[in-house]
T-cell receptor, first 114, second 111 residues
Framework: DARVTQTPRHKVTEMGQEVTMRCQPILGHNTVFWYRQTMMQGLELLAYFRNRAPLDDSGMPKDRFSAEMPDATLATLKIQPSEPRDSAVYFC????????????FGPGTRLTVT | DAKTTQPNSMESNEEEPVHLPCNHSTISGTDYIHWYRQLPSQGPEYVIHGLTSNVNNRMASLAIAEDRKSSTLILHRATLRDAAVYYCILRPNSGNTPLVFGKGTRLSVIA
């Protein structure tokens, strides 16, 4: 049963520290999304990639967030420096660019910045 | 992005059918109607999608109004495991584009 995996599942860090979240998309999927969920804002898109190339990262604070796909099996989301307002659950999702159009979500990384 | 409107919450008794409504009066001709749900402490999961005709799969049925300005997700027999937030999302038929989530409907299932 193919699944999107995310590590770590939980992360507690102090303000100012660097945080790196990792995602392994389902093998063969060529589109990867990063979403963030908070109680106030709900689920919102941060960035997405197709064939490892960034297509849209307008949802990310550019000065502190960066997203990359070093290879087809790994996507990373980095926050440097982290701030308390970054506390949220970060979800990675993957899918195929053509039909079917479903996105498959990982279990998320719960980030707490103190 | 075309907007959807859903009730904030709904309640159902276990083993009874549930009809979750969604209004999307500004839907365009090429928008697909997608439903996702998010179980507690999990990521969203795909439920069903359709364009014009009603659709059935192992999880649910999707009934689409003739004018496409509204749709209804039908769970035929709600179980406690169906308690989740259900999101109705419009997506253009142009590849796997990002999902734009609204607030969804929180479904509670009572034993």
């Amino acid at each position: 049963d193919a699944r999107v995996t995310q590590t770590p599942r939980h992360k507690v860090t102090e303000m100012g520290q660097e945080v790196t979240m990792r995602c392994q998309p389902i093998l063969g999927h060529n589109t990867v999304f990063w979403y963030r969920q908070t109680m106030m804002q709900g689920l919102e898109l941060l960035a997405y990639f197709r064939n490892r190339a960034p297509l849209d990262d307008s949802g990310m604070p550019k000065d502190r967030f960066s997203a990359e796909m070093p290879d087809a099996t790994l996507a990373t989301l980095k926050i440097q420096p982290s701030e308390p307002r970054d506390s949220a659950v970060y979800f990675c999702a993957s899918g195929l660019s053509g039909s079917p159009l479903e996105q498959y979500f990982g279990p998320g990384t719960r980030l707490t910045v103190t | 992005d075309a907007k959807t409107t859903q009730p904030n919450s709904m309640e159902s008794n276990e083993e009874e059918p549930v009809h979750l409504p969604c209004n999307h009066s500004t839907i365009s001709g090429t928008d697909y109607i997608h439903w996702y749900r998010q179980l507690p402490s999990q990521g969203p999961e795909y439920v069903i999608h359709g364009l014009t005709s009603n659709v059935n799969n192992r999880m649910a049925s999707l009934a689409i109004a003739e004018d496409r300005k509204s749709s209804t997700l039908i769970l035929h027999r709600a179980t406690l495991r169906d308690a989740a937030v259900y999101y109705c999302i419009l997506r253009p038929n142009s590849g796997n584009t990002p999902l734009v989530f609204g607030k969804g409907t929180r479904l509670s299932v009572i034993a």
